[in-house]
């Protein structure tokens, strides 16, 4: 099949989702305070109700990658995946519990602050190059999957698609603020949401229902989430064993939810209400992983529809992340307009993680970079230049989005692969600096460069060296049936269980490192950096004495609520006196201040009566 091209009711609906999003922009660039303070910019004000923050966390973080990534790879490996989506919520527990309560108290508008006060500049330096790259590497693969999917579907030229997203994006971010961002978020997570549904429905009617299509995938193996004995080993060379997308899951979603720019910036703009952070937190865990069940259903639509005849297998698109539009536009080409609002949704999943990757980056680069050389720089010029570095990330990331169109795998693994090369080092250095009092400056130093090192090694080294991954059958038997009364007599493809072998294809050697799954990446790296961390900080100690303290506040409560089961070694490292007022919110200057009113009139009473 070839392109089928859009109509004019299909633009029509693209154009006016980015024109409004554009317009969010134009309107918080001329209201309210007019984006003329960096609080208002990069923060929304601290005011912003949870209802805008939750929908912006989801729509950030359920970017294209799953929307174009995860029904691909439903479709090409199976559903075993959608484990981790039962213990992704375990990670916005232990971010909302453990994390946010020491980022929240220390302030800011940049998370690397608390790196700064915890293990100085040195290191935080080296966490804010690999964050940055990180982010940056991520938005460029977000801002391709649409244009890929316009590219597939359209004909249009894949670089003006990434131009239209990448500029849209950067009209709304530069002029409107955070403000903007979150309220745009908020529109497009309505689009995306309305698009999904349409889909599921449209799709489940189209298959003949959802028993029909349930035996198709089960006759082709893809439900092998059906089977758990199958994936219950610990061997780390297994692409999706339950144990590796356990502990990916629960880590992924801690990471990106407690140590992440993107959601401290939305922390922060948060009003000050302890009930609002376990709403927006706890909806964004059901939603994403709802999200992410939704997302898996299509993949099997998408396989019930095409049974007789795979697209990949006959050259009607080059990537199975290209499955999903391929598949609205086969479904839907005929209905004016219903495609066009479909991939509309692919839109605004782009556009929100690409304006807050804009955003964050901003804030981290002017308060990281920009005033540290700038220390008497006015508050009005710094919201111009963080504009400005706005509107650089933009046009930074359009020629970074050449490395996404040229890296030669999937969208869904190659962000998992970025994200645990960097992303995975900078949380296990949050982690001990939370957890473990006992790692110092120079310790935390070399486990991060260790860790960064490692993941590295495993995480791009296997983006060159792929490891072996097993597929399941498909069928071009009906490409060339007209005849749909033919279609009914052919069959579909069958799971042969003897072809379901990974381990012959296991490789010995070097190349055996690269056998190792992406799931298990995250947590080796961690333990590599954690354990480097606290082996480099002992023999330092050994070497030269460390007797600076740290400050309570940037530990975690538990390790304060547990100060007489800690070991003395820790004990002597936590200094529980420091009373530092820039970690100390208004709230709690306000207790101190009624708390020292009420214990001096206690002792004027006292003393009258002696």
């Not at 912003?48 to 294209?64: D, G, N, Q, R, Y």
């Not at 069959?491 to 799931?519: A, K």
Request: net charge positive; hydrophobic share 45%; aromatic share 12%.
């Amino acid at each position: 099949m070839g392109l089928i091209y859009f109509s004019w009711p299909d633009y029509l609906l693209v154009a006016i989702v980015l024109a409004v999003s554009a317009g969010i922009g134009f309107y918080y660039a001329f209201t309210g305070g007019k984006q003329k303070t960096t609080k208002e910019y990069l923060l929304a004000d601290k005011g912003m109700h949870w209802f805008p923050v939750t929908c912006s966390l989801i729509a950030t973080f359920e970017s294209s990658l799953s929307l174009l990534g995860l029904p691909g790879e439903i479709y090409t490996f199976g559903t075993v995946i959608i484990y981790s989506f039962i213990f992704k919520p375990i990670g916005v527990i232990i971010a909302a519990k453990f994390y946010l309560p020491v980022f929240r108290k220390m302030g800011g508008i940049s998370l690397y602050k608390y790196v700064r006060e915890r293990y100085g500049r040195v290191i935080q330096m080296f966490m804010l190059v690999a964050g940055t790259f990180q982010m940056l590497m991520f938005c460029s693969l977000i801002m391709f999957g649409p244009a890929l999917s316009i590219s597939a579907v359209t004909g249009v030229n894949i670089w003006l698609a990434v131009i239209s997203v990448a500029g849209v994006a950067i009209i709304y971010t530069v002029l409107g603020g955070l403000k903007a961002v979150l309220w745009t978020d908020t529109l497009q997570l309505v689009i995306m949401m309305g698009g999904t549904f349409v889909v599921l429905i449209y799709g489940i009617i189209d298959g003949g229902g959802m028993a029909e299509i349930w035996e198709a995938n089960k006759l082709s193996g893809r439900l092998d989430f059906l089977e758990p004995a199958k994936f219950i080993s610990v061997d780390p060379r297994v692409r999706h064993s339950i144990w590796g997308l356990a502990i990916h899951g629960t880590m992924v979603f801690a990471t990106i939810y407690g140590t992440n720019q993107l959601s401290f910036q939305r922390l922060m703009a948060l009003k000050r209400d302890r009930t609002g952070i376990y709403i927006v937190y706890g909806l964004t865990a059901f939603t994403t992983c709802a999200f992410g069940i939704f997302s898996a259903i299509i993949g099997l639509i998408i396989f019930a529809r095409n049974k007789h005849c795979d697209p990949l297998a006959t050259k009607d698109i080059f990537s199975k992340d290209q499955l999903y539009p391929h598949y609205v536009m086969k479904l839907m080409g005929h209905l004016p307009g219903l495609p066009g609002f479909i991939l509309s949704a692919i839109f605004s999943a782009s556009l929100s993680s690409l304006s807050s990757g804009m955003s964050a980056i901003a804030a981290i680069i002017l308060q990281e970079f920009v005033k540290p050389c700038r220390p008497n720089m006015t508050d009005r010029t710094a919201t111009i230049v963080s504009k400005i570095i706005a509107l650089s990330m933009g046009g930074l990331l359009i020629l970074l989005t050449f490395f996404a169109k040229n890296v030669g795998v999937g969208l869904f693994t190659t962000s998992l692969a970025i994200g645990g090369a960097f992303g995975s080092a900078s949380f296990a250095v949050f982690t001990s600096g939370i957890f473990l009092p006992i790692v110092n400056q120079k310790g935390a130093i070399m486990g991060f460069l260790c860790g960064a090192a490692y993941s590295v090694f495993l995480g791009f080294g296997g983006l060159i060296n792929r490891p072996y991954v097993y597929r399941y059958p498909v069928s071009t038997a009906g490409c060339n049936v007209t005849d749909v009364n033919l279609l009914t007599n052919l069959t579909s493809p069958v799971y042969d269980p003897s072809t379901w072998n990974p381990q012959s294809h296991y490789r010995s050697g070097l190349n055996g490192f690269y056998d190792i799954s992406y799931t298990w990446i995250g947590i080796l790296d961690m333990l590599v950096t954690v354990i480097a961390s606290i082996v480099f900080s002992h023999i330092i100690n050994l070497i030269k004495k460390d007797t600076e303290k740290v400050d309570s506040k940037l530990l975690s409560p538990l390790l304060t609520h547990a100060y007489c089961f800690m070991p003395k070694m820790w004990r002597d490292r936590i200094n529980f006196n420091d009373c530092d007022e820039e970690f100390t919110d208004e709230s709690n200057k306000s207790t101190k201040k009624e708390s020292v009113e009420v214990l001096s009139e206690s002792s004027e009473v006292t003393n009258s009566k002696l």
